[in-house]
């Protein structure tokens, strides 16, 4: 702990010499009724299934019980990202352990946030508390920890960027991040940056990476940080590909082939992250599955198996992208004001349930039912497909 302590505040101390200057979002024009009006929609599609239908799922996982499970994309630490107490990240957290999930990724920093320092300091707050509390939390470093946590039946945690604005332009910065415990990172959150263009951009105007982004793919090679592209553009995701000499991932990205909706991924970004031996990793919000915004098992399972009809079904995963329906609704303000970063065409800030991590378990039957997924398909996707792309990244 002492040891933490100390790294942390000497990483502190040189992140904040080599700290770049950004440029924020800019808002835009929204009156506060129209606000208000529109959290009140949402508000009411934040529930994708009731508790008899969850009470079902203890069996499925009985069933499971051997097979290592793995979200690969929450947001939020504790203190930290997205802006609620600790207590609340709990009560996720608590939903994840207590619907056997061995593994969870919480996002560390996204690119709206743009000075390392304080990015270093929410890892510090959040690695301490991990620290201070061993019988809830496991941190992991490596696949043969995950191995090691699932027999001893513990609830693992690592982190994520969504973005590499944290880096404060410091490639260098990689390798101490990842020593932090930082396992995977994309590029651009919706919004291009530094080093690459933003799932925002039109496909016209989509420059791909940049050569600084280039450089960056070969530096989280080097270091054993897993490229992940989702929120990036599709152009940026055919250029990572096409540069990792690893497994790289979209962390929690569904197919256009699904639902045709810009945010989603289409089939040649899909087969591109399979060529590299990488995941595609579903997630659980209804508005990027469906119009209606439903969040259900069966708008889950169907994304999944387009992605396994297209590459098959050992680049399948799972990244719920789960939000509290709380801090969903009360971030609505935000998003609404800031649509080049959330841009209401890729379905941010339309209606959608939210679907929570242990909703895997809800999915697993359909895949098995409807779409006739063998037992050892159904063990990919819950994590063995991520297993083996973490083996070929991290050191």
């Not at 990488?278 to 098992?297: D, S």
């Not at 396994?308 to 609704?329: I, Q, R």
């Not at 697993?364 to 398909?377: H, N």
């Amino acid at each position: 702990m002492k040891n933490l302590q100390k790294n942390i505040i000497a990483i502190s101390l040189s992140t904040a010499l080599a700290s770049l200057a950004f440029a924020s979002t800019n808002a835009i024009a929204i009156t506060d009724a129209e606000v208000e009006e529109k959290k009140a929609y949402l508000q009411k599609m934040t529930e994708a299934r009731p508790g008899d239908e969850r009470a079902k799922d203890k069996a499925v996982h009985q069933r499971y019980k051997d097979a290592i499970v793995i979200d690969q994309l929450v947001p939020g630490t504790p203190n930290g990202y997205v802006g609620q107490s600790t207590q609340d990240w709990e009560v996720m957290a608590g939903k994840s352990r207590d619907n056997n999930i061995d593994l969870v990724s919480y996002t560390a920093a996204i690119d709206d946030t743009f000075d390392p320092l304080t990015i270093v300091n929410w890892i510090a707050q959040a690695r301490i508390f991990w620290d201070q509390n061993p019988e809830k939390y496991q941190v992991i470093e490596t696949a043969d920890d995950i191995i090691e946590g699932h027999k001893n039946e513990k609830f693992m945690v690592n982190m994520n960027f969504q973005g590499s604005n944290a880096l404060g332009g410091n490639l260098n910065m990689v390798e101490t991040y990842y020593k932090l415990g930082v396992r995977s990172m994309n590029f651009a959150y919706n919004v291009r940056n530094h080093m690459s263009d933003g799932g925002g951009v039109s496909a016209d105007r989509d420059g791909g990476l940049s050569k600084a982004g280039i450089r960056l793919v070969a530096e989280m090679n080097r270091v054993g940080m897993i490229v992940d592209c989702t929120h990036s553009s599709n152009r940026t995701c055919l250029d990572a590909a096409a540069a990792s000499t690893k497994p790289i991932i979209l962390s929690h990205s569904n197919a256009l082939g699904s639902y045709a909706l810009p945010r989603n991924s289409p089939d040649d970004v899909i087969k591109a992250v399979a060529k590299t031996g990488g995941a595609i990793c579903a997630n659980g919000l209804g508005g990027f599955h469906n119009k209606q915004g439903f969040a259900g098992p069966e708008d889950l399972a169907k994304t999944i198996n387009y992605v396994k009809e297209l590459v098959g079904a050992e680049h399948t995963c799972w990244g719920s992208d789960y939000v509290d329906p709380v801090v969903y609704v009360n971030a609505l303000d935000f998003v609404l004001r800031n649509p080049e970063s959330y841009p209401p065409e890729l379905g941010y800030g339309s209606p959608t349930e939210i679907a929570e991590p242990g909703d895997i378990w809800g999915v697993v039957p359909v895949l098995e039912d409807k779409y006739g997924w063998s037992e050892q398909e159904i063990k990919g996707f819950l994590g063995e497909n991520l297993m083996r792309v973490y083996k070929a990244n991290w050191r």
